[in-house]
């Protein structure tokens, strides 16, 4: 099959959460399978995307706001999927990915460029996978100005809501300077959003499927209590809808061979883990001779939706019981302020960095391999990928029971030694400290625990499932005879 995948971040050039990840990995493992495919990204100021790429002859004329603006196409041959970047200075240049006034008009440019790209590569695709709000107006796009057009006439689009809590919501008497009409703004069947429009809603509506990023996320979105005021539009569309869980890329994660950490290991021979440890304690400029002590870690951004609050309010309890604790993240200057005073307090017992760049990947790499617990104590979680990471690494997650969490993790049992990690289900600082209590438990027992890390690292969450999965939707909407004959 014939496919393009447009994403607002894409490994390695541009990252700000698990959207990246998966932009990254899918089309990869879609192309292990034998299927051509394409990624679509916007060109931000990056070295990254600079070095290694070349331009794509000729320019892409975008019509937009009124006019006709020219954009450069570059182009990355040098993995296994090329990589496309709409080339946009005045959108994209702006030191950041996101959190301007303009985000929607940035993206909504980009959207454009996306279709317009399709048909400079000679179209024919078959299908067109999109991913949240920022590119939530392709199929807007293409339902209504290029629904003429037979470069897309049997294009099927795809899009994956990775985190419905953002919706792109802009003014609907913008609309004409998207070039989009504005009838699309109704309350039935259309993309107006109380009062607002929705590039995210437009996804919603116009796209040809719909598809979440694990199938425990797919069913709550569908209630008033995580739908952020669509559920009713995704329970119209339940039969549109497909929960399919990411996977992880063993290329880059996978303790027998990532480059960032002291000593590989694998199930077969875990000697290395704890010479991971050890590095793990010197990077964060904690005693190295506590090696005995169990060590705590999370890679995350510092909000509510993570579950910061839980973690903060149980801090002092859990280093009381002798937790090393070491944190990687940057969001909410409250929740970074509180972790760095715990830092100064507890200067033996607590790690912390601040930041979004190639030492927080590295620490990143270096917690899942050194680390003996990892905490994931969300709000809600769409999927999640550090709980997956964590388990091929022996690193025992503890995590709340939302979304891809849920559809992951497995209670440990200690009379039939089965389960993966520990979850908790009431969102509520006793019932992690709990959880924390029990998994200290099992940690005493050193044979009980070496169980339960085997039980997680010789699962498989690989992409090639999920790929899997992911191309029958595809033949099931772009070849539905052949499938129904199937």
């Not at 970074?336 to 830092?343: A, K, P, S, V």
């Not at 209590?437 to 997680?456: C, F, I, K, P, Q």
């Amino acid at each position: 099959m014939n496919i393009l995948l447009a994403a607002s971040e894409v490994v390695p050039y541009a990252k700000t959460g698990g959207l990246a990840d998966v932009a990254a990995a899918l089309p990869k493992a879609l192309a292990r399978l034998g299927h051509q495919v394409r990624i679509v990204m916007p060109r931000y100021d990056t070295e990254q995307i600079v070095e290694g790429s070349g331009s794509l002859q000729g320019r892409l004329h975008v019509p937009f706001n009124f006019t006709t603006r020219t954009s450069a196409v570059y182009v990355d041959r040098s993995g296994e999927v090329p990589v496309y970047f709409i080339d946009a200075p005045q959108y994209f240049s702006r030191g950041r990915l996101y959190g301007e006034n303009d985000d929607v008009e940035r993206f909504a440019y980009f959207s454009r460029a996306v279709v317009e790209l399709a048909k400079a590569l000679g179209g024919a695709f078959d299908i067109i996978h999109l991913n949240d709000w920022m590119t939530g107006l392709v199929p807007a796009y293409m339902r209504t100005v290029y629904s003429g057009d037979y470069a897309f006439a049997q294009t099927k689009t795809v899009f994956t809501i990775h985190n419905i809590a953002f919706a792109g919501l802009f003014g609907p008497g913008f609309l004409p300077n998207l070039g989009l009409p504005e009838w699309i703004h109704r309350a039935d069947g259309g993309i107006e959003f109380y009062g607002l429009a929705s590039a995210l809603k437009a996804g919603l509506i116009f796209s040809d499927a719909i598809t979440t990023v694990s199938p425990k996320y797919s069913r709550e979105i569908q209630t008033p209590e995580a739908g952020q005021g669509l559920d009713g539009l995704l329970r119209a569309r339940r039969k549109d809808m497909f929960g399919i869980l990411n996977g992880v890329d063993y290329d880059e994660w996978s303790p027998e061979k990532d480059r960032y950490i002291a000593a590989n290991f694998s199930p077969d021979d875990l000697d290395g883990k704890r010479e991971c440890k050890r590095d793990l304690l010197a990077g964060f400029g904690l005693p190295q001779e506590e090696l005995e002590r169990p060590v705590i870690g999370c890679i995350t951004r510092l909000t509510t939706q993570k579950g910061i609050d839980l973690i903060f309010k149980v801090a002092q309890e859990m280093l009381d019981r002798g937790v090393i604790f070491v944190l990687v993240g940057t969001g909410e200057s409250y929740y970074e302020q509180g972790f760095q005073t715990l830092r100064d307090a507890r200067p033996r017992q607590v790690g912390v960095y601040f930041g979004q760049d190639e030492r927080s990947n590295e620490l990143a790499h270096k917690i899942e391999a050194g680390a003996d617990m990892f905490l994931m104590p969300s709000l809600f979680e769409p999927c999640g990928l550090n709980q997956m990471y964590s388990l091929k690494y022996g690193t025992v997650p503890v995590v709340r029971a939302v979304g891809g969490l849920d559809d992951t993790i497995e209670n440990f049992d200690r009379t039939t030694r089965s389960g993966n990690g520990f979850k908790f289900y009431e969102y509520n600082p006793t019932r992690l400290l709990e959880k924390i209590y029990e998994a200290l438990l099992v940690y005493a027992d050193s044979e009980l625990w070496r169980t339960l890390m085997l039980n997680g690292m010789r699962a498989d969450h690989s992409w090639e499932r999920s790929a899997r999965l992911y191309v029958e939707l595809y033949e099931r909407l772009a070849r539905p005879n052949a499938a129904a004959a199937d």
